[in-house]
């Protein structure tokens, strides 16, 4: 078969996936008696709310294709949350767009704002589809904690996955500085905002932290770890509403519209705020448990001041060792290195698992 030696393959510019690169560790993790504890990702294992489930039964059977930008009701839904949930105010139904998960809005962001060859900044410890977004669009990664001269976009993260640090307002404000000085696109993950646990984060677009003005910031937000929608999908963006529309003109050329039963879906759980303070009691009451196991057990516990995340290490072990470690206990996390070479001493140890599996590892953990 002819081979067209002029295409280069957009998996080319990636790196491996992260997961693939402990296949090993999760088999020795699965070989224990009592099977294995899977803690290595921030995949929700509780029940969506019974009225989420409504919400997406009751226009199942819609045929036609939905609105990209939302219907006028999750819109108005989306801005009413971030007002209540997030104390964002000054948001309207043009500065509000839903996407198809997060993970898809930032892989595509730098393509979609046109960043090819331009400097993309991502957090030195940081998720790693940051770097995958910059890639795809043909942009240069930069990981850094600090503004770089000629970046056209940063990536923040607060709460931090993997270390669930939280930036303070003061830390924030210097982001949006640098956005008023350069232009620079200011690109918020908040995707773990609403699960603080010693200390409040802040919103990039908190009237503390950027005034009554949004020009160059997008804040990007889920519904799939306080809500457990995971599966369905649900994100959206909020912000300058100039960048939001032009996000939409790309997107409604593109097809990426979230569907249209995942848009009422995601109504019901926008205007429902018990759910979601109930899961964040969840997982509270999971981290308390888990948090003194590992520091019983000679674990060192660094940030995680928020979000779903223990950021973990042991002295003397470096990340895959530490993970070698809490496989033989039948234990899989997730090596702090996935995250940049500044993780190579943690390993990120998820709160998602059920209460009755939390039970069983902080068991394995003191033996």
Not at 145 to 164: M, R, W, Y
Not at 314 to 329: C, F
Request: with cysteine.
């Amino acid at each position: 078969m002819p081979v067209n030696p002029k295409r280069q393959p957009l998996g080319s510019r990636l790196p491996e996936f992260p997961w693939d690169t402990i296949a090993d560790v999760k088999a020795n993790a699965a070989a224990h008696p009592d099977g294995i504890i899977d803690l290595s990702v921030g995949t929700p294992v509780d029940e969506v709310a019974p009225s989420i489930q409504l919400a997406l039964v009751e226009h199942a059977a819609e045929p036609g294709y939905p609105q990209t930008m939302g219907t006028p009701e999750l819109r108005e839904a989306i801005v009413g949350a971030m007002a209540r949930r997030f104390s964002v105010t000054g948001l309207d139904e043009r500065s509000v767009l839903p996407v198809i998960g997060t993970k898809e809005a930032i892989a595509w962001l730098p393509t979609l704002l046109g960043l090819a060859g331009q400097k993309v900044i991502i957090p030195e410890l940081a998720y790693p589809t940051y770097e995958v977004g910059a890639l795809l669009a043909g942009a240069e990664p930069v990981r850094s904690d600090t503004p770089v001269e000629g970046a056209a976009l940063v990536f923040i993260n607060s709460p931090s996955n993997p270390s669930g640090k939280v930036l303070s307002a003061e830390e924030m404000r210097e982001w949006v500085a640098f956005s008023r000085d350069t232009g620079a696109i200011i690109a918020s993950d908040e995707c773990y905002l609403g699960l603080p646990w010693s200390a409040e984060p802040v919103s990039i677009l908190d009237p503390r932290v950027c005034g009554e003005d949004m020009t160059n910031l997008l804040a990007l937000h889920s519904l799939s770890k306080t809500s457990n929608l995971a599966s369905y999908r649900a994100g959206w963006i909020a912000g300058d509403t100039d960048l939001v529309q032009e996000l939409l003109f790309v997107r409604k050329h593109s097809g990426l519209m979230v569907p249209g039963p995942v848009q009422h879906a995601m109504r019901a759980a926008l205007i429902d705020d018990a759910h979601e303070k109930l899961q964040a009691s969840t997982y509270a009451a999971r981290r308390a448990k888990l948090l003194k196991a590992l520091l019983d057990s000679g674990f060192a516990v660094d940030h995680s001041e928020a979000g779903l995340y223990l950021w973990s290490r042991r002295e003397g072990m470096d990340a895959r060792e530490t993970l070698d470690w809490l496989a033989e206990r039948g234990i899989l996390a997730a090596p702090g290195d996935f995250y940049g070479p500044a993780g190579a001493g943690h390993v990120r140890i998820g709160l998602t698992a059920t209460d009755e599996r939390i039970d069983v590892a902080v068991a394995r953990l003191s033996v």
